[in-house]
């Protein structure tokens, strides 16, 4: 889930609980808002019933409260577009996009924000190549042929292309969370957002392919 950072316009990727992570871009002010309340959302989930909220249960729940803004008087709608990523125990990794006005739905790859039709048309064409141009017939057959550098890789490609920039590691943040057997067995499954010179790595890899 990389961002690139927008004076004014952009949040770092940011962690809700040990297994899920969010990004979002918007106003900053309501970013910071949301993810508060998210974190408080998740943390009485946990108190409730013992055990972490899933990433569908905790989109679900914000949506309907950005839902609310929208019909109180004395409430205004959050300008911003949340993308939250997790990981469920039993359906493994989840993806999902919600809006001011409560709608939210799940996604393969998604983007949001600045050029985010170019992006997602960019993210729809490679992923309908995978599995031998068979990508759209199974997504999740598609999805899953994809290894972890691949997917961070795949979407580095996006914010590089549809901006037409090539970054440096400090101008993109990457946040991950993964069963990968390419990573650090104590960080599996867990949100983490990469360090500089992990990023770097990346945007090599990327840059030789070139």
């Known amino acids: 889930m990389p961002s690139k950072q927008l004076q004014g316009r952009a949040i770092q990727p940011l962690r809700i609980t040990p ?3 969010c990004v979002m871009t918007g106003l900053i002010a309501d970013a910071q808002a949301q993810v508060t309340r998210a974190r408080s959302e998740a943390a009485e989930f946990r108190y409730k019933y013992g055990y972490e909220i899933t990433p569908d249960a905790l989109a679900r729940r914000m949506a309907n409260i950005n839902q609310v803004y929208t019909q109180r008087a004395a409430m205004r709608p959050l300008g911003i577009s949340m993308i939250v990523i997790g990981m469920d125990p039993e359906y493994g990794p989840q993806c999902f996009k919600l809006d001011p006005a409560g709608y939210f739905v ?4 998604t983007a949001a924000g600045q050029k985010q039709q170019e992006a997602m048309n960019h993210l729809e064409k490679k992923w309908k190549k995978l599995n031998s141009g068979r990508g759209a017939d199974d997504a999740v057959s598609a ?3 994809l290894s972890r550098s691949e997917v961070i890789e ?5 914010i590089s292309t549809v901006h037409a920039t090539d970054f440096k590691p400090g101008e993109v943040e990457v946040g991950v969370v993964s069963l990968g057997d390419d990573e650090d067995p104590k960080t599996r499954g867990q949100w983490r957002v990469m360090p500089e010179d992990e990023v770097e790595r990346y945007l090599l890899a990327y840059a030789e392919k070139d």
Not at 154 to 158: L, N, S
């Open 19 to 21: 297994t899920i992570g």
């Open 106 to 109: 799940g996604f393969h790859a």
């Open 143 to 145: 999805g899953k042929s």
């Open 154 to 158: 795949m979407a580095i490609e996006a």
